[in-house]
C-alpha cells in the first residue's frame, strides 16, 4: 500500500503512514477516494455531532435552555479548559443531576497550560475534565428530559444509546445490522462503520435539506450552526477542529476522533469528508484532512483560510531546542471514484 | 503489505501497524525476518550504545572515574528523575564542565511522578531533563579529554561525531557512503543505516569476540555490561529497556529510540534483533520486540522472566476509568531468511 503521509528527517523517509479517505455527497455518491474508502472504521468522537441529535429531538436542548455554546460542547471533545469544565458542569445542573452520574471517567486536561494549572494548584479531578463531559452531559439530559432514569446510560442497552444506534444507522445510511461495535474510551458504545458512511453522515450535515424526517433535519442544522459559531467549545486553544472552523468561517464544520478519524461538512458544496489514518496516529489526520482540502480547491477558492492553517498542513518536525530537523508531508493523491 | 501489529477494540480491529524485523548473527547473517529488513531506518536512541563506544576507548570514561551506572546513563533515554538528573550533572561536572556546554535542549521528564513533581514545585528546567543528557555529558567527556574543545561537539564536523560516525560504520559494517544523516532530537547527527545493519550492530554487543579491534571489542564488553548491570539508568521507572534487561538478568540487553526502533543484543545465543514500526508508534514496538522474542523461544527458555513482561507484550487497551475495551496484538510471522 502507497503511504498517505511521509514523516521526514532532513532529506531523508524516516517513517510512513497509510490510510484512507472517502469523499461523498448527500446522496452517499462516492466522488473522491484513496486507500480503502469502504474501511470499516470506529469514527470515536467523530460521531459526537450524530450522537448530540437526540439532545435535540428529544427537546432536552430546549427544556434545559441549551444554547449554540452548550450544543458545540455536546459536540465535543474539549481541551478542559475552565470554560468547558464550567459549561459541562452547567449544563449537567440544569438537569438537576450531579457529576455522580457521568460515566465518562476523567483524564488530565489535553491543553497542557490547563494541565499545567491543574498540577500546579493540586485542583481535584472531577469528570468534568474528561473530553466528553459535554457529550455526556447531553446524554445525561436527554434522558432526564425524558423521564427514564439516568444511571446507566452508557451501557448499549439504555434507550439512550439506542435511540444514538438508530440516529447513526439513519445518518449515515448504514444498515443496523451491519454496525459492529466496542466500548469507548468514555465507556459509551462505540459504534463501527465503513469509512464512507461516515463520509455521508458529514455530507448530510452539509447538506441537510436531503435529510427527510424535519426535526432531524432541524436538529442537524442547529447542531452544526452551533459548531460553527462557536468553534472554541468543540475542541480549543491551539486545536485543528476549532481553527479550522474559525478559518473557514461558516463553511467547514469538522470534528475529530480518536485513533486518528476526521469528518468534514463542507456546506459550501454539500459534501462530506472522511479520513482514517490507519495506524491511528494524529499527527498524519490533520495533514491528511488539509491535503485533501488543497486537491478539493479550497485552498484556491478559500486562500487566505487555508493559509493561515499551513502549521497543520506540513507541520515542521523540531528538535527538543526548537530547531527545525524535519517535515510531515502528505502525498496522497485523491482519485476520482467510478 | 501484511500487518505486524493489530490494535482491537473489543473483538474489531480498530488499527493497524505495518513494520520490520531483522535478526542477525554476528557474521552479519540474516537468520529470521519480518516485512523489509533491508529498510534504511535511522535507529535514533537505539545507536546510543554504539555511540558511547568512544567514550571508553578515547580513556575519558577511566580518566573520569565512570562506574556502570555512569556508562549506563551515557547509553540512557532516561525518565529524567532525580536520579539520572543527578548522575548526569555528577558525569559533567567531574569534566571541568557545566550544563552551558550541552547542546540537547530539554524537555519535561517522561516519567510522569518525576514530570508532576518538577511542575507542582517549579523546579527550574536544565538540560539534565533531557533524556539524552546522560549522552551528551559523555561527549563532552571525550572531547575533554583528548584536549579537544567541547563547544559544538553537536556538529557533524566536530571530532567527537567524526568518531562516532566511524564506530557506527564498524560497529554495523555499514560502508560510510551508505550512511545518510539528519539531525537528532538533541540536536546531534542520526545516522541512518539498514534495519539488518542495526541488528548487526546489537549481535556485535552480543557477541563481541567476533570484533578484531581489541580496545573496542573490551569498550563493547564494558558498555553491555554496565547495561545490564544498572537497567535503572538506561532508563527508569515502569519502562520496557529496564524491565527487559532486569527480568532477564544478563541475557539481554536492548535499546529503545525514536520513532520506534528497538535494538536486542542476546548474549546467549550471540544474536542481534532489530524492529521498526513503520509508522513511528511507540505501542506497536514493544508487543513486537516480546512476540519476536516468543517466537525465538525466549517463552520457553526463560518462561518466568518472558511471563513477568506479559503487559508489554498484549497490552490492554484500557477506557479512562481503567475499564478493558481492547487490546493490542502482535500478529507478525518471523520467516526464516534464506
Not at 132 to 149: N, P, Q, R, Y
Amino acid at each position: 500500500m502507497q503511504p498517505m503521509v511521509v514523516v521526514k528527517r532532513g532529506e531523508e523517509v524516516e517513517s510512513r503512514h497509510i490510510g484512507h479517505v472517502a469523499v461523498v455527497d448527500s446522496d452517499g455518491r462516492l466522488l473522491y477516494e484513496w486507500g480503502d474508502p469502504e474501511r470499516p472504521t470506529f469514527p470515536r468522537s467523530a460521531m459526537k455531532p450524530f450522537q448530540a441529535i437526540p439532545v435535540v429531538t428529544s427537546g432536552a436542548a430546549d427544556r434545559f435552555h441549551m444554547d449554540d455554546a452548550d450544543l458545540a460542547l455536546c459536540c465535543a471533545s474539549h481541551n478542559g479548559e475552565e470554560r468547558h469544565r464550567a459549561r459541562a458542569q452547567s449544563i449537567l445542573e440544569r438537569t438537576g443531576q450531579t457529576a455522580a452520574v457521568l460515566a465518562c471517567g476523567t483524564h488530565l486536561p489535553r491543553d497542557p497550560e490547563s494541565q499545567q494549572e491543574v498540577i500546579r494548584k493540586g485542583i481535584e479531578f472531577t469528570p468534568y475534565f474528561s473530553n466528553c463531559s459535554g457529550k455526556h452531559a447531553g446524554m445525561v439530559a436527554t434522558a432526564v428530559h425524558l423521564g427514564e432514569d439516568p444511571e446507566g446510560y452508557e451501557r448499549p442497552e439504555h434507550p439512550v444509546q439506542q435511540r444514538i444506534l438508530e440516529t447513526v444507522c439513519d445518518m449515515t445510511a448504514t444498515p443496523r445490522e451491519q454496525v459492529s461495535w466496542g466500548v469507548d474510551g468514555c465507556n459509551v458504545p462505540a459504534h463501527r462503520i465503513p469509512l464512507r458512511n461516515l463520509a455521508l453522515g458529514f455530507a448530510q450535515m452539509a447538506d441537510p435539506v436531503s435529510i427527510g424526517d424535519k426535526p432531524v433535519r432541524r436538529a442537524v442544522e442547529r447542531i452544526t450552526s452551533a459548531m460553527i459559531a462557536v468553534p472554541e467549545m468543540v475542541a480549543g486553544k491551539n486545536r485543528f477542529c476549532t481553527d479550522l472552523m474559525r478559518a473557514f468561517n461558516g463553511r467547514l464544520a469538522g470534528k475529530v476522533g480518536a485513533e486518528a478519524v476526521y469528518g468534514i461538512s463542507d456546506r459550501q458544496r454539500g459534501i462530506g469528508i472522511a479520513v482514517k489514518v490507519e495506524d491511528g496516529t494524529q499527527r498524519a489526520l490533520y495533514a491528511t484532512v488539509m491535503e485533501v482540502l488543497r486537491q478539493l480547491g479550497l485552498d484556491r477558492e478559500e486562500p487566505e483560510a487555508f493559509r493561515s492553517l499551513a502549521s497543520y498542513h506540513q507541520p515542521v518536525v523540531k528538535s527538543m531546542s526548537g530547531q527545525a530537523v524535519g517535515k510531515i508531508l502528505p502525498v496522497l493523491e485523491l482519485k476520482r471514484s467510478d
